[in-house]
T-cell receptor, first 112, second 114 residues
Framework: DTAVSQTPKYLVTQMGNDKSIKCEQN?????MYWYKQDSKKFLKIMFS???????INETVPNRFSPKSPDKAHLNLHINSLELGDSAVYFC???????????FGPGTRLTVL | DQQVKQNSPSLSVQEGRISILNCDYT??????FLWYKKYPAEGPTFLIS???IKDKNEDGRFTVFLNKSAKHLSLHIVPSQPGDSAVYFC?????????????WGLGTSLAVNP
């Protein structure tokens, strides 16, 4: 059973489109994250949710909107996609009292 | 401003020898450090961690050393195996309000040659 899963694994789309990436964890964790890994391999946190509540919101364009329908899911919706949004997006989760984050396999987004 | 730095983008080691991956940080508020390993097309997976109150943590072939005065930590893998070939990320944890945030280095790509 996959602990943290993301769909889709690959996403190729045109500039200006709106797309969503989904994340689900079956670990019973209460905190979930979205990270962006750009072409320079820099892994940067975008958002963090704890029990469906937004905790961390880094400097991210408001075209990016996370949604957490429940503790096990954290989806990322991106409006008006731009070339610079091309990256690998990782979802992660953890228990609030633990240090270790568990990562999903990543979604490679390519904007043409 | 990168608070966690891994200055060696790549490292090549012979099988059976020791691999030493280095990490430097600038923020003295970091109180927990983690190493993650990442294979291509997969997410990072947790490897080993160390609290700032310790200077060494060992788990099998993996040992992490922390030098707080130098703001430096290192991951030792001995003996190195071809399956250890991956990108290794150093991450440091600091409290951000009621949450914990991980600040990541850029990673070091380790190649263990048979």
């Amino acid at each position: 059973d996959t602990a943290v899963s993301q769909t889709p694994k690959y996403l190729v789309t045109q500039m200006g489109n709106d797309k969503s990436i989904k994340c689900e964890q079956n670990l019973g964790h209460d905190t979930m994250y979205w990270y962006k890994q750009d072409s320079k391999k820099f892994l940067k946190i975008m958002f963090s949710y704890n029990n469906k509540e937004l905790i961390i919101n880094e400097t991210v364009p408001n075209r990016f909107s996370p949604k957490s329908p429940d503790k096990a899911h954290l989806n990322l919706h991106i409006n008006s996609l731009e070339l610079g949004d091309s990256a690998v997006y990782f979802c992660a989760s953890r228990f609030q009292g633990s240090w270790e984050q568990f990562f999903g396999p990543g979604t490679r987004l390519t904007v043409l | 401003d990168q608070q966690v730095k891994q200055n060696s983008p790549s490292l090549s080691v012979q099988e059976g020898r020791i691999s030493i991956l280095n990490c430097d940080y600038t923020n003295s508020m970091f109180d927990y450090f983690l190493w993650y390993k990442k294979y291509p097309a997969e997410g990072p997976t947790f490897l080993i961690s160390i609290s700032s109150i310790k200077d060494k943590n060992e788990d099998g072939r993996f040992t992490v050393f922390l030098n707080k005065s130098a703001k430096h930590l290192s991951l030792h893998i001995v003996p190195s195996q071809p399956g250890d070939s991956a990108v290794y990320f150093c991450a440091a944890s600091a409290r951000a309000g009621n949450n914990r945030k991980l600040i990541w280095g850029l990673g070091t790509s380790l190649a263990v040659n048979p």
